[in-house]
């Protein structure tokens, strides 16, 4: 069986004021192309479908878009909820789509949700459906004894159906490490505080692939076989050195699993500038890419500039930051990180945990921490509805 992993689409995403919908338009029609030519047998999505918990009317648009190709090439879809979605709305309509090959765990409800498929050697394969869990609502349910989500990934895990006669896949959208060891990050992710997020992929050494999202950044945690795919799309400059791909999954009859990794093109790429104005606007630099591309630049005059920035975008249309390099700005940050930086760096979640240890002398508890994520959760979904 053959199927491409997915993850971390965030339909609707604007990045420094730019909205990313054609850029993912035009990805999306890559990987109904790639599914079409390999002939994949489903496609996997693991979670994040959207950028918001309620996305605008055209990422919804996209989507349906989306898996409707899929399914008229007869392709099966199977998507859970991420961290960013609703997954209440994501579960409207599921038993109707499930009848037409697309299944949505927008949440979890008293037992993990499974699909079976089989390809056309008639060799089976059961699909278990992990969407983004809440602990504390978890715990409260399911009388756990840790609001935490290792406790409640276990939990969830422990009521699948198992037949032994198939091959095991999990979708899951969780901050997952490997015998302790960080995964790679991005900025564009939402870093969980403490460890409290954290779990171990020892949990999944029964399944022969485990589809990860919730990290942008395409990785391996301790096997092929456990893997994150990344977001299709670049969505920070800190992944602007890092090609995208999308993961073709083969499993084996035998149980054998291989992993190949399939380029994406983007619309636009994302790169980096670094120089002097004149420098960075004469022709020999601006040809030396495309002028199109998603750019950060920056100026390392020394001088006072009259309109660096209107004087880039007349090169550069989609200039998306810019930034200087020089004596005043090194002396400026030698007195610490400025505001900006830990706007970008830090939730609002770590500020106030990073400000409660500097208050009270100590770190949050457990129970202090999930009510300040909560909190946090509240504000945004708040704004979102605003």
């Known amino acids: 069986m053959k199927f491409l992993h997915l993850s971390d689409l965030h339909l609707g995403k604007r990045v420094h004021a730019f909205s990313m919908l054609e850029d993912q338009r035009f990805v999306l029609e890559q990987i109904a192309q790639m599914a079409r030519a390999q002939r994949v047998d489903a496609v996997v999505i693991a979670g994040d479908i959207y950028d918001k918990s309620i996305p605008p009317a055209e990422a919804v648009g996209l989507f349906d878009s989306f898996f409707t190709s899929l399914r008229a090439e007869g392709i099966p879809v199977l998507a859970i909820g991420g961290n960013h979605d609703s997954g209440e709305r994501l579960n409207f309509g599921q038993t109707l789509l499930a009848r037409q090959g697309v299944y949505l765990a927008g949440t979890f409800g008293e037992e993990l949700e499974s699909v ?174 495309d002028p199109e591309d998603y750019l950060r630049v920056i100026l390392t005059d020394e001088d006072e500039l009259y309109d660096p920035q209107g004087a880039l975008k007349e090169v550069y249309p989609n200039l998306m930051r810019l930034d200087f390099d020089n004596a005043r700005t090194r002396a400026a940050d030698t007195d610490g990180l400025q505001d900006e930086d830990i706007a970008q760096k830090l939730t609002p979640a770590q500020l106030f945990a990073q400000f409660f240890a500097e208050q009270n002398g100590k770190e949050m508890n457990e129970w202090q921490q999930q009510a300040v994520a909560r909190i946090c959760r509240r504000m945004e979904e708040a704004d979102e509805a605003d």
């Open 116 to 289: 079976e498929l089989c390809d056309a050697d008639g060799c089976r394969v059961q699909f278990h459906l992990l969407p983004w869990l809440r602990p504390m609502e978890l715990r409260e349910r399911m009388g756990l004894a840790e609001s935490t989500q290792q406790c409640a990934v276990q939990a969830a895990l422990d009521t699948a159906e198992w037949d032994d006669g198939a091959r095991h896949v999990l979708l899951a959208h969780a901050f997952v490490t490997a015998g302790g060891a960080l995964p790679e990050q991005s900025e564009s992710e939402i870093i969980p505080v403490g460890g409290l997020d954290a779990v171990d992929a020892a949990l999944f050494d029964k399944y022969d692939y485990v589809a990860l999202g919730h990290l942008h950044r395409a990785q391996r945690l301790g096997r092929d076989s456990v893997r994150y795919a990344g977001s299709p799309l670049k969505y920070s400059f800190s992944e602007a050195k890092y090609p995208k791909s999308v993961p073709l999954v083969t499993l084996g009859a035998c149980g054998e699993t291989a992993v190949e990794l399939l380029p994406l093109k983007p619309k636009h790429e994302m790169r980096e500038i670094r120089g002097r104005l004149a420098d960075v606007i004469s022709e020999m630099v601006v040809h030396a890419g």
